[in-house]
């Protein structure tokens, strides 16, 4: 009998310790992997970065002064004539900036890729292919900047230094702004490059600057290029008849030459000299490193820059 009994306790302890002998345990739940951020970028797209990026590289130099304000830590730049702080001077180059050298780009083995809306969006596939994740940014008007300084301060990890940027930002633009006259102003704003003249819309830099003012852009709803939607094709004769109040002129490449040549089609052209803005003395060519690319963190200097071409006396 005690055999039995003992044989019917080992039988029962089998059956609770299941094959093997091992026991059974509790499910366990697996943690789900945390995503460091979210971010939806300017072309729309959802990018979900797993960890917090340690070798960023930028296919703009215009970033690069934003992304460092916030702690972003940069491995890799473009090369440019502009807008190249000293601290970056030494970083790796990827090459033009209209011409990105995807060979030297993977050799920074970077863990995030910050490219320039309108212009690099052609490397997403074979950044995708290499499973580096990309974010498309873009940087022309004031919104812009404050929109990509909070993706980036996202990126960094500090967004609390986004914020401190943005806000000193919006109160030194808010105090160049109450010092204009509100006067309704007309402005034409010309682009002039070796290829000739375009007329920029709102959408532009100096476009988005002369609205924060009030002013009215004579180009307003204007057909814009195909390619540049922030641009509308030159005519002399739409030019005299908007008959702006104040030309300003922004310009890509020898600023010296490109004075030189509207001062002599000014002088040679009847239709010129006939619009108040040439007969007043009007018309301003802004500064290249201000409005040829977006200011960045020096937008309250570009918002000045122009308040005090034409209201001296107030700055």
């Known amino acids: 009998m005690i055999k039995k009994f003992l044989v019917a306790i080992c039988a029962a302890g089998l059956l609770m310790t299941g094959c093997g002998g091992e026991k059974n345990s509790a499910p366990v739940e697996v943690e789900q992997a945390k995503t460091f951020a979210t971010i939806e970028d300017d072309l729309g797209r959802k990018v979900i970065l797993q960890q917090k990026p340690t070798r960023i590289v930028v296919t703009s130099a215009g970033f690069l002064e934003p992304l460092h304000a916030v702690g972003g830590v940069i491995v890799g730049r473009p090369d440019s004539k502009n807008k190249m702080p000293d601290w ?63 993706n980036f301060s996202t990126i960094s990890g500090d967004e609390a230094a986004g914020e401190k940027i943005i806000s000193d930002m919006d109160a030194e633009i808010k105090n160049i702004v109450d010092k204009v006259p509100k006067e309704k102003l007309r402005v034409a704003i010309l682009h002039s490059t070796a290829q000739g003249l375009t007329v920029q819309l709102d959408g532009s830099i100096a476009g988005s600057i002369a609205k924060m003012f009030g002013w009215e852009n004579v180009a307003s709803g204007m057909t814009p290029l195909e390619k540049n939607p922030d641009a509308a094709p030159y005519s002399m004769e739409t030019l005299a008849e908007q008959n702006p109040e104040i ?69």
């Not at 050298?101 to 910050?114: A, F, N």
């Not at 030459?257 to 007969?279: L, R």
């Open 88 to 150: 970056a001077k030494d970083l790796a180059s990827v090459g033009a900036v209209y011409q990105v050298d995807v060979e030297r780009l993977l050799s920074c083995s970077p863990d995030l890729v910050i490219l320039n809306k309108g212009m690099n969006e052609k490397l997403l596939p074979v950044l995708e292919e290499n499973k580096i994740p990309a974010v498309v940014v873009e940087m022309k008007t004031y919104d812009d900047v404050k929109r990509g300084l909070k």
């Open 247 to 315: 030309i300003f002129v922004t310009s890509m490449g020898n600023l010296d030459e490109i004075k030189s040549n509207m001062t002599k089609a000014i002088a040679e052209n009847a239709a010129w000299q006939a619009i108040g803005a040439v007969k007043n003395n009007k018309l301003y060519f802004l500064p290249q490193d201000l409005f040829l690319l977006s200011p960045g963190l020096h937008y309250p200097d570009a918002v000045r820059k122009m308040a005090e071409l034409i209201y001296p006396e107030k700055f």
